[in-house]
Structure formats: structure tokens, C-alpha cells
């Protein structure tokens, strides 16, 4: 009997113990449970009184919002669920209080984001992004705020939220709309990204008339909008701007996005073919010809050499091929051997990345780019894909 009785205690303790322990569990997860008006209005529906409805306020992390139509709602559903009205109104303060509470605490998390995009580092700006993204769109109003912002950064941090947080209520997509007009290049290529992201099914035609009819001051915002939303019609306004504007940023604004559509499109390809050998803006050609690479234009290898052995800007040089790397082209590597000991660094440097990119091997100067020439030469899967315009090796 004594032991039978020692093993009931142990038992009822054991049991005691893991009541407590699923009670703490309970509490603790009605603890972090996030209590919005979708949650209140479906407790006051079901009739639950205001003392249990304060209860779960207390117990659960709130996300309250107190704007005119949702403290209409929440009268109606209370309502609805026998609540008087004396209850009602002490519900609705209680609503009002926390929700400025909540404002309060949303607006310290955007106005700290804000202060990170200028002096944090990467992993500070997305761990702060990521507790922007967690809120979900109760920060928007907030990021509005701070559109108008003096520093770049912070321009490009709230569009960079907007477009993550995915609001297409008509205020969001027409404000960030508005910023690809910014003041600065970096902003206006943040808001393509943002436009496309909160694209609706009229978005690509009506960026189109903004790019014919020029209603904004800076069309290249526009221009990338076009290229990441991805749609083919844009291909001949695109061209049309690659070819007639003057504009340096709203040129190379047209190559990107065009290679991003990867059109076959000949008046777009030839078009791009010209920029490749533009006089006057290295930028420009090398945006081009990465355009091209996108698009597996076999021309491009002769026109990019072609570029190089015109223009002797030594950074512009560098910049284009590099673009080669889009090519397995025997006469590209033929090229690119005797500049692998350029004079000048950055040519040297960046001919040696992109045969490494090419080739897979690491060499480290002409000699032995040479000695894997010779092995290549005769590979099968090597070939000259560009018949059409041969092209001669640089001069060492």
C-alpha cells in the first residue's frame, strides 16, 4: 500500500507539473499572438464580453487601427454581437489608445530605418528591413513620410520598403510612380524597381505615354520601369529613345532595359549594335554590349573589339570587355591573350577577370593565358561566333 501510494503522489506531482508547464506554454503563446481588428471583430461577432475581449488586449501583442471606417466597423460588429453601448464606447477608447501606441512605436521603427540607411551598414539596413517587412503595411503611411527626404539613401530606403511591403492601394503606386522623376539617378532607378513590383495590368501603357509624350523632367526611370516589368511592347519606345534622345542617362536607361527583355527585335539589336560603338559615352557602350550579351547577339564579340581599338580611354576599355564574358568565342579569347599585359592596369585587370570567367582557368599573365590558348584552339566546343565580322588581335 505504502509504495502503491508513493507512486500516486509521484504521479499526481508529474502531472501537476506538466499541467503547469502546458498552462505557462499557453499564456506565453497568447502572449505573442498578434490581436488585430480582423480578430476583434470576429470575438465581437460571437457575442465574447468586453471583460474577455480586454483580456486577450492584455495577453496579446495588439495591431490596432483606429481609422474612421475600421471604428465603424468594430461598432457595427459589436453591435452585431448584443455588446451595450456603454461597453461599446469604452471599447472603442481602448481601440483609439492602443492604436496611437502602436503609431508611436511604428513611427520610431521607420524613423530608426531612416537613420540606417544613411550611417548603418548592410546587415544593419536588413535586419531593420526585415522588422519593416514583419510590421507588414502599417508602416506605409510613415515611409510616405519620409519621400521627400534631403539624403538620396533615404529616398532609396523608402521605395526599396514600398516596393517590398507590396501595397497597391492607389496612394502607394502613384507616389513611387512620382519618384522616377527624382532629382537623382540612384532614386530613379530604386523606383523602376518599386513601379514593377507594385505593377497593376495598365502600368506598362501608361509608362509608356509618360516615355512618347516626356511628362516627366527624367525619362531613364521610366525606361528601366520598362525593362524589369518585362513586357515586349516596350521594345520599340525603348529603341526609339536608344536611338533619337540626347540624354546620356535616358540612352543607357534604354540599353539596360532592352537587354533585360531580351528582344530579337532587329531594330532594337541594331540598334544596340551602334551603341556598342557610340563616340562619346564609354557608359553607354558597355551597357550595350551587356545588353547584347543578354540577348545572344553572336555580332557583338567584332563590335565590342571593334570599340576597344576606337576609343583609349583606359577606364571605357575596361568596362567593355569585361561585357565578353557573355561569349564562348574563340576570337574573343584570341583577343583578349595580348591585353592580359595592357599598360594599363585596369585594361590588364579586367582582360585577365574575363578570361578567367570565360575559360574557368587562373592564370596570371600573357604567358600562360597563351599556353591555355594553344589547348583550347583545337576544342570543339570553342568556335568563332561572330563569322560575319572577323576581327584581329590586339597589338601587345
Not at 545588353?291 to 577606364?315: D, H, K, M, S
Request: contains cysteine.
Amino acid at each position: 500500500m505504502r509504495v502503491e501510494r508513493r507512486l500516486l503522489l509521484r504521479w499526481g506531482a508529474l502531472a501537476l507539473s506538466c499541467g503547469l508547464l502546458t498552462c505557462a506554454a499557453c499564456a506565453s503563446e497568447e502572449a505573442g499572438e498578434i490581436f488585430d481588428n480582423t480578430k476583434l471583430i470576429s470575438m465581437l461577432k460571437a457575442k465574447i464580453a468586453l471583460s474577455v475581449v480586454k483580456k486577450k488586449i492584455e495577453n496579446a501583442t495588439v495591431r490596432f487601427n483606429s481609422d474612421a471606417d475600421q471604428l465603424i466597423l468594430i461598432r457595427s460588429a459589436a453591435a452585431e454581437g448584443g455588446m451595450e453601448e456603454k461597453d461599446i464606447v469604452e471599447l472603442l477608447n481602448t481601440v483609439i489608445d492602443k492604436a496611437n501606441l502602436e503609431k508611436v512605436r511604428v513611427k520610431e521603427l521607420v524613423d530608426r530605418f531612416m537613420n540606417i540607411c544613411v550611417n548603418g551598414d548592410p546587415p544593419e539596413y536588413d535586419s531593420l528591413m526585415r522588422q519593416i517587412l514583419s510590421e507588414g503595411r502599417a508602416c506605409v503611411p510613415q515611409l510616405l513620410k519620409h519621400r521627400e527626404e534631403e539624403n538620396e539613401l533615404k529616398r532609396k530606403g523608402v521605395l526599396d520598403a514600398l516596393g517590398r511591403l507590396g501595397d497597391k492601394s492607389a496612394t502607394v503606386p502613384n507616389q513611387v510612380r512620382l519618384m522616377l522623376s527624382d532629382r537623382h539617378p540612384d532614386v530613379r532607378k530604386q523606383a523602376a524597381k518599386a513601379v514593377a513590383l507594385l505593377s497593376a495590368p495598365t502600368t506598362v501603357d501608361e509608362l509608356i505615354e509618360i516615355l512618347q509624350k516626356r511628362q516627366m523632367d527624367f525619362v531613364d526611370g521610366v525606361a528601366l520601369a520598362l525593362g524589369e516589368l518585362g513586357d515586349p511592347k516596350a521594345v520599340g519606345p525603348l529603341t526609339t529613345l536608344l536611338t533619337l534622345s540626347t540624354e546620356r542617362e535616358a540612352r543607357w536607361a534604354a540599353a539596360t532595359a532592352l537587354g533585360q527583355l531580351r528582344t530579337k527585335e532587329k531594330a532594337a539589336v541594331e540598334a544596340l549594335l551602334a551603341a556598342v560603338l557610340d563616340q562619346r559615352d564609354a557608359t553607354l557602350r558597355a551597357a550595350a554590349a551587356r545588353a547584347l550579351g543578354a540577348i545572344g547577339e553572336p555580332r557583338t564579340v567584332g563590335y565590342v573589339i571593334r570599340g576597344f581599338q576606337r576609343y583609349g580611354e583606359p577606364e571605357g576599355r575596361a568596362q567593355l570587355i569585361k561585357q565578353l564574358r557573355y561569349f564562348k568565342s574563340f576570337a574573343a579569347l584570341e583577343f583578349l591573350v595580348p591585353i592580359s599585359n595592357d599598360d594599363s592596369p585596369d585594361v590588364r585587370k579586367a582582360a585577365i577577370e574575363t578570361l578567367r570567367v570565360m575559360t574557368g582557368a587562373n592564370a596570371e599573365n600573357r604567358e600562360e593565358w597563351e599556353a591555355i590558348l594553344n589547348v583550347i584552339r583545337d576544342r570543339p566546343d570553342w568556335r568563332d561566333l561572330d563569322k560575319s565580322a572577323p576581327v584581329k588581335p590586339a597589338q601587345p
